[in-house]
């Protein structure tokens, strides 16, 4: 059985920052590619930001240069630090993963962790 767990989410005024983390646990072998979705009441959720195993990184338009995503592959986990949020970046930040489990090849998520930005 595997997890992933985020955290680090949380309300802060505009302009600030936070630090989100995932952490996958349970029977894994191989994490591969790592990604944070967010999702916004009455929208779909969108791709945030993605990193490989080998941490080569995609980001979406909206949040280039204020976003980063990292991963520390002997941890399982991978970051989002966030950086001049926007009240728009309003959402429930979800964690992705593709790992080998076992034998298998699979896609996990989190269970999200509310970012609110707003005075």
């Known amino acids: 059985q595997v997890q992933l767990v985020e955290s680090g989410g949380g309300l802060v005024q505009p302009g600030g920052s936070l630090r989100l983390s995932c952490a996958a646990s349970?029977?894994?072998?191989?994490?591969?590619?790592m990604a944070w979705y967010r999702q916004a009441p009455g929208k779909q959720r969108e791709l945030v930001a993605s990193?490989?195993?080998?941490?080569?990184?995609n980001y979406a338009d909206f949040v280039k240069g204020r976003f980063t995503i990292s991963r520390d592959n002997a941890k399982n986990t991978v970051y989002l630090q966030t950086n001049n949020l926007k009240p728009e970046d309003t959402a429930v930040y979800y964690c992705?993963?593709?790992?080998?489990?076992?034998?298998?090849?699979?896609?996990?998520w989190g269970q999200g962790t509310q970012v609110t930005v707003s005075s």
């Open positions: 992705n993963a593709q790992m080998v489990v076992g034998s298998d090849y699979k896609v996990y």
């Open positions: 349970g029977n894994i072998f191989t994490i591969y590619t």
């Open positions: 990193i490989t195993r080998a941490s080569g990184t």
